[in-house]
């Protein structure tokens, strides 16, 4: 996701229903790269992140409208997770 840049739409925090665990999932925008126009897609593209356990719950208005810069790791059998994220202004 090198040079893509994501601005926050929204957020919802919610418990989901088999466990009753809280959960967090930002919605960002982001304009279509040139390999997704190769594919036939043009435009812009929303993208839902689930954010991790210790930034649930984090989010408040003051988000939406700011740049997302999701970071990530390597979680269980090398499969990348999202370890934290950070905010600043849209430019």
Do not use: H
Request: aromatic share 12%; with cysteine.
């Amino acid at each position: 996701m090198d040079g893509v840049k994501f601005q926050v739409l929204g957020f919802r925090d919610f418990n989901r229903k088999s466990d009753n665990k809280r959960l967090t999932i930002l919605t960002a925008i982001s304009q279509c790269t040139p390999a997704d126009n190769s594919r036939g897609i043009f435009g812009n593209k929303s993208t839902d992140f689930f954010l991790p356990d210790d930034k649930v719950g984090t989010l408040t208005v003051e988000c939406i409208g700011q740049e997302f810069i999701p970071e990530y790791s390597l979680g269980g059998f090398g499969k990348p997770v999202m370890s934290g994220f950070s905010l600043k202004p849209w430019k």
